[in-house]
């Protein structure tokens, strides 16, 4: 069960579909406001053009008449120019300020021309819950005395109509927004269903059903990179399940024999009365049983540790052919008993844990040694095949390892054919341990065998060391 955590990272879906609608509403938004601005600008220039033509037609009016007075009397006739526009209203007073003409609605008040400029820059003016552009300029009778024309364009109704545009355009806007959401949720879930495949998928993956792998090819480019991936870590998991599961049948396996023997010898011994000599012998060959068995499961539990790397490595300057010499001088009753020769060649010094070394050289010479026929040369040689690494190789000659076993000779309990012929000791740990130690010092080891002739296994460690992977 999982509890609702406040910090939990906020839903994809939630997040996409907000962005989603919040990118329509801001689209629809700046288009709506451009085409709000664009009807006023429409209309606004219309108003101003019909206030010139009438500005225009009013001046020549009254500039057809010789003055004032006989504007008043003739009451000037209003030319059809004038006539035509009904929404346009206008007045014609003198220089004075008297009113000759007007045709402005009854009661419109006078202040509304206090303001008013001239035809250019109409300004806008509500009276009566009507709306007005008003201009005021002025005009010359025929005897160049001044007339003050005033004129007002009645613009209700394209105010009323940008008014409704905008309402719309708002209930568009908003009416978009939802349904760019609701699209985008279709489109969310449906985008991500590929996702939800691979997670039910995934949950049906379990220890004994670690075969399954997600089909790249069914998921979307964007995705069959993140399902190979996942393919490739349910390999590695699958391999090491493999090994893990190899590791303990071979251990109850491996460990199945000496408890035999112990057993048998035991049973023997107690079947019957018999003399402290025997009793003794009984023990002492139970004693090196045991010695073999505890090394065993010291090697065992090296690997494990190893393994979930809590081999902490001491690392320190390491002097190699020093430290192959204590060796070789370590195995000299085995190496006396074979009458066999070891030759040290090469220097070097790598940063490393000293013990884990050792017991890395030591285990490949124990081999060696071993494995060399009576009276053979067995070399060491030290080298630094680049600035970045050392290595040290041991060859020895000998029957060798088959080609078809080479690759399993690292494994955990894997001993050669031949050793187990030959009736050779171990438990084939050994060269585990060496690739797990060398492995840990960010280094490795191969092997490389012809055999009959030699056998050359190579250890490669970099110079500085390196912390554990
Ligand atoms: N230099 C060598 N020449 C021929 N065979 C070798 C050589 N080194 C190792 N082998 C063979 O490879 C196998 C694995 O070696 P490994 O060191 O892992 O185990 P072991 O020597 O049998 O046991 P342990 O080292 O745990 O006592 C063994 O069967 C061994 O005989
Ligand atoms: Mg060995």
Same mark, same amino acid.
């Given at each position: ?39 006023? =600008? =429409?209309?606004?220039?219309?108003? $101003?053009? #019909? ?19 006989? /504007? ?40 509304? /021309? ?14 009566? $819950? ?23 364009? #009645?613009?209700?109704? %394209? ?30 879930? &449906? ?12 949950? =049906? ?12 090819? #069914? ?43 112990? !057993? ?9 009365? @018999? ?22 499961? &010291? ?10 790397? $809590? ?21 000299? %009753? ?23 070394? =050792? ?10 040694? @071993? ?7 067995? !070399? ?7 600035? !970045?690494?050392?290595?040290? #190789? ?44 060398? @492995? ?17 296994? @190579?250890?490669?460690? %970099? ?7």
């Amino acid at each position: 069960m999982t509890a609702a955590r406040s910090d939990a990272p906020i839903s994809l879906t939630a997040t996409l579909v907000v962005l989603f609608a919040a990118v329509s509403v801001a689209v629809l938004a700046v288009t709506n406001a451009f085409v709000f601005f664009f009807v006023e =600008q =429409q209309w606004r220039n219309s108003a $101003q053009q #019909d206030l010139e033509v009438g500005g225009n037609a009013l001046r020549m009016l009254v500039a057809s008449n010789p003055d004032a007075g006989s /504007f008043a009397t003739r009451g000037g006739t209003i030319t059809t120019e004038l006539g035509k526009n009904r929404r346009l209203t206008f007045s014609v007073s003198t220089g004075a300020g008297v009113v000759l003409l007007s045709t402005l609605p009854k009661g419109f008040p006078a202040e509304a /021309f206090y303001q008013a400029a001239d035809i250019e820059h109409p300004v806008d003016w509500q009276w009566d $819950q009507r709306h007005f552009s008003i201009a005021e300029i002025t005009g010359h009778f025929a005897d160049t005395s001044v007339a003050g024309l005033r004129l007002a364009l #009645d613009v209700t109704e %394209p105010r009323d109509i940008q008014g409704a545009y905008s309402r719309a355009l708002v209930l568009i806007t908003v009416a978009g927004g939802l349904i760019a959401a609701v699209l985008g949720l279709v489109a969310v879930r &449906q985008g991500l269903e590929p996702l939800r495949r691979m997670a039910t998928a995934a949950g =049906q993956i379990t220890a004994s059903r670690l075969g399954e792998r997600l089909r790249p090819e #069914d998921t979307p480019a964007e995705l069959s990179e993140m399902a190979s991936n996942f393919n490739g870590m349910l390999e590695r998991l699958e391999d090491s399940f493999r090994r893990l599961n190899d590791f303990s049948s071979d251990i109850a396996h491996e460990l199945r024999t000496p408890i035999n023997n112990l !057993q048998g010898q035991t049973q023997v011994a107690l079947s019957r009365a @018999r003399s402290s000599d025997d009793y003794r012998s009984v023990l002492e060959l139970n004693a090196e049983e045991f010695e073999r068995l505890s090394h065993m499961i &010291q090697d065992m539990l090296f690997l494990a540790q190893a393994d979930n790397a $809590q081999a902490a490595l001491n690392l320190e300057e390491v002097n190699l052919a020093a430290e192959c010499a204590k060796i070789i001088e370590y195995f000299e %009753p085995v190496i006396e008993e074979g009458r066999l020769c070891v030759e040290l060649r090469g220097q070097g010094s790598v940063h490393a844990d000293r013990l884990l070394l =050792q017991r890395a050289l030591a285990n490949l010479v124990s081999n060696a040694v @071993r494995n060399s026929p009576p009276g053979a040369l067995v !070399q060491i040689e030290i080298a630094a095949p680049n600035a !970045q690494q050392v290595s040290v #190789d041991i060859v020895n000659p000998g029957p060798g390892i088959p080609a078809e076993e080479l690759p399993r000779i690292f494994d955990r309990f894997y001993r050669t054919r031949g050793a187990r012929d030959r009736k050779l000791e171990g438990t084939g740990l050994g060269l585990a341990i060496v690739r797990t130690i060398a @492995r840990l010092h960010g280094g490795d080891v191969a092997v490389q065998s012809n055999p009959e002739v030699e056998t050359r296994f @190579r250890l490669v460690l %970099p110079r500085e060391g390196a912390t554990a992977a």
